[in-house]
């Protein structure tokens, strides 16, 4: 994810990056653990940056492992303009998190100044607040597809079925056996049954897109592709409809969205490789009253490190697509 | 999955291969259309063949488009002892037939004479039939999820959603955009939404199963790899139950079963490549009141030829595991 | 080809797409065709263009099969400012057109004008020359990993061996049993034994590099990936060196190129890919008096679309590098 | 390797498997380590298994990391029937192995009892020895591209050229970067840049074929797929040839092989996978006086188990092919 970042600031017109921090890697130049960003940024090294490091910046990206972000962030807090926190840390109220992650929260006087960053449902909260918590990629996907039926009261709360595929990138780049090439070619498997952490944090932003409690069960897969997540949910219908009058309410929810896209073919991931867009479609389905609403996209950018740049645009006041593309590469 | 059954046959110590048909390629060796077979098969040759050039074989293996499998086997009948039928041809009473695949049946006077041939579900057919209809990739994988909970009332008959991914290889050697390496790599996408012609069969065989009308939504997706097929199933719980008596139910109902592994952990597509295994496993979600129920296997062993040896096996009263291997090629 | 020009003209600020042509898929959007390019092009449509729908535009790029540009270009010559061709047509004299190609050259009188864009090998000819014939994939990569020697006298001009990989996209998007997915995956194989058509383009390349005919023997393979070449080169060194020397000629040589990286390590395609970068590494082994050099790229855009570009710039009298990224994006 | 025995054992009629050790994974079934085996082998655990746990074992397979083996095997030697080693330890003589190795060999005086396993170039061997030392994957896959053309003196022992791809699960299991699907996926690159240890294997096996000292530069290249090798290799014609004549030379060299197949076009890997299978072709060219001879293979059975057991079976006087498939799983 924080190499995703640099990526995508590479093309950043009005961001500078001043200094990149690591753990064990520190010492390394960019370019020699990616070397697609040596070109980008010759001679920037990784460092062990500690929260002095780096005041007076005007953002801070964290991309740590949860957990370890709400110990990094209250060092930050005041001394940086804005943190983007790429972790789940601050996604979730206390309470919620410690259901899902199973332990207390470190910090959480700190949650009321993070906006959910989402902007496509939750741009006010961008507006009211000094810092962001990224969402997740699962989450995005889910949440774009289902939050129009949702907020229209087309669909119920409960009993809604998310089933999705990711690419094995989600994993991170950590070593373990199911991350290694030869595990993962080849080979599809579902994982994180009834309990991926991933579930309450969609329960909890759809709660508050449809205004009651959402409960639904998600199942991720792993495939065989580096990038890419697609969300294919399943709602009950609240009252008859067509699939015309849905897609035409789906667009109108997305009207003015840069990065959405509602379109009538089945969104492949394909398309949106590199790009910071969802693409999003839906199905009526009379014979068993059943709405299927699909949404793909890149979940290391519109499900990661795109969407954090697109909020932190709108913290900074800049348009919130500065610097970020629409086109994916493909093939 | 014409290939595929000669693969199969090669390990075969029971059956040999006689003749074999195709209609373009004519005349080419088997090794030169599959360089893999060609040690196995040195100067077998594809022939234009008729039904009466069939005319006392032992077994014949239909691997045609739907709607031409229809057309040929009633010159077969008679004068071959059994025909193994691969298309959907004879997998369906008349009028559902029609009703998925929009053309009246051609031959609706044999269909009769087909078991469908998933032997563990079925076997009792194949002992009263003379002849096989293979069942369908998807519909194998979520027949062998589903039956066990169905069977038993244990979930309800409707609402039942089953969310599949397929390799490319599910697709054919048909020449189609999506088909193309450079559009499947690195892609997942829905397709065949609300209306995939499995669905018909799905909901007809497990109506016969539970004996009540079952109602499913169906979606499939296309990943990248060649093989595997992982159904994804959910279904809503009649009662209270838990994952450790649910799956022991399910080891009961599979417990003769060379060929159905129930185990613990989420299944692996790529366990079961080159061999007749499905792997299943279920999951009892207190929360929602659903029971998930997984199935991975290889769409052109189990999913197609293998179980068409399987059944062929059982009607020439030979074990129904003769040349079929448990074996998965992994990585 | 003409789809990833598309793709890096979107990133492009100062060259503007005015129509698009296609014979087979006018009146599809360029996102039907293309999603992914959706977003960028909204309404853009493919037309039935003929050369007199082209007047007037300052930039033509040409991404047809070879043979089929040397039949229009005749027509835009004059009327357009400038032809960027991506087919091999005007790339040889004519007589080396049919030596490799097998056919008459239609236009000869127009080779004159076109300069082999290859802006780091043969920068001058694009100061000099109307338009553009931009290099194949496969005579760039073998291009840039052998000039610095070759144009040294440091290795031999004959009994070179260039061994290459490509990625599956290097076919094309025309419908062949080698480019589906299920026979493409898993599988690496040579092609175009002893005579691939871009030995004769590499040969003449390099034979005016240093001044000496060129002789070498090119086996391209095809092995499981979408996009990215590696061309490994072998070359008699023609007198001792080291691989320390020899780097630091390769880096002069390439001292003020944005687009070609002189790396110690291997060069992996990977940290190519969506970019206009080739990276390029050498080593001397004295053992056998060899020099390995090896050269990676994205074949769609530094071995194709980015490259024309690249060309285009220079004709335009634009720094060479608007508009195109160094940013590989990896994973 | 070690799984692959044990995928091939399953099939193996006269042998069978008694005990499977392993270090940090002992008290682990198979079926849980590899879930394809699983069916094959109930129950069967990997055990901290010593030499005198062997004893009286009339086979045993080592797949352990060079260096071990030659700790192991002095303390089977005598108390089991035969060794067949996987490793890199008995496969040269001490001095050669110092060389590529960097060590001392630590049971120099066990050499002599070891054949080199390569039945098809050194079968007189595996008739005198005791124990057998299974080649390396890239080695049996130049070995069998090389050695007609070196026994008949068709080409020059110096100046050799061997290009090769390999799947990644050459590079075993261990957890590393560049067997992470999301390094090595989209992903090619050479390593082992002029200084891989198949290198000194190639050159030995060779000589001792063509009775003269073999010399060549040997890359490997990476690429993404799991299995399969292809070793492309390049010597200077000695005399005048033409690629029909050359093909009946080693179509007649291999004649009563089962496990080579020469053949005209291009060998695929794809077409060897999961067989015991390597296929060869050859082209003379005329132009650069060069052969171009391409080998084919999986590099876990013929560049590995298959050919282990291929020689076990010769050793134990069964016939060579015994349990070996020549069928590849393709697609």
Redesign the interface.
Same mark, same amino acid.
């Given at each position: 994810m924080g190499?995703e970042v640099l990526?995508l600031l590479?093309?950043h017109p009005e961001l500078e990056v001043g200094a990149v921090g690591a753990a064990t890697h520190a010492g390394a130049t960019v370019g020699e653990l990616?070397?697609?960003?040596?070109?980008?940024y010759p001679g920037l090294r990784y460092e062990t940056l500690e929260a002095r490091d780096l005041a007076g910046y005007d953002v801070v990206f964290c991309a740590l492992p949860h957990g370890e972000s709400q110990r990094l962030v209250p060092e930050l807090v005041g001394t940086v303009g804005h943190v983007i926190d790429l972790a789940a840390d601050f996604r979730l109220p206390a309470s919620v998190y410690t259901t899902w992650y199973g332990a207390a929260h470190e910090a959480p006087g700190l949650l009321a100044d993070f906006a959910y960053g989402l902007p496509e449902l939750f741009r006010d909260e961008l507006r009211a607040r000094v810092h962001v918590a990224a969402p997740g990629c699962y989450p995005t996907a889910a949440g774009l597809a289902l939050a129009p039926a949702l907020a229209a009261g087309a669909v119920a709360s409960?009993?809604i =079925?998310v089933?999705a595929?990711s690419?094995?990138?989600g994993?991170g780049?950590a070593?373990?056996?199911p991350?290694?090439?030869?595990?993962?070619?080849?080979?599809?498997?579902?994982?994180g049954?009834?309990d991926h952490r991933h579930t309450g944090e969609m329960e909890h932003a759809l709660s508050r897109v449809c205004g009651v409690d959402v409960?639904?069960?998600f199942?991720p897969?792993l495939?065989?592709?580096?990038?890419?997540i697609?969300a294919?949910a399943?709602a009950?219908l609240t009252s008859s409809s067509t699939t015309a009058t849905m897609l035409d309410a789906y667009r109108d929810f997305y009207v003015d969205e840069?990065f959405v896209?509602v =379109?009538e073919?089945?969104?492949?991931?394909?398309?949106?490789?590199?790009?910071n =867009?969802a =693409?999003v479609t839906i199905?009526v389905?009379d014979?068993?009253g059943?709405l299927?609403a699909?949404a793909?996209l890149d979940n290391l950018v519109k499900g990661g490190s795109g969407q954090a740049i697109q909020a932190a645009n709108a913290l900074l006041g800049l348009p919130e697509a500065t610097g970020l593309?629409?086109?994916?590469?493909?093939?």
């Open positions: 190499a990526r590479a093309a990616f070397p697609g960003l040596g070109a980008a409960e009993g =079925v089933d595929i690419g094995v990138s994993r780049r070593l373990s056996g991350s290694l090439y030869a595990e993962a070619n080849e080979n599809a498997l579902a994982y049954l009834l409960q639904l069960l199942t897969h495939v065989p592709m580096t990038r890419g697609l294919t399943y009950r840069p896209r =379109v073919e089945p969104p492949a991931t394909k398309s949106t490789l590199g790009s =867009v =693409v199905r389905d014979r068993t059943t299927l699909i793909a593309s629409v086109v994916g590469v493909a093939p």
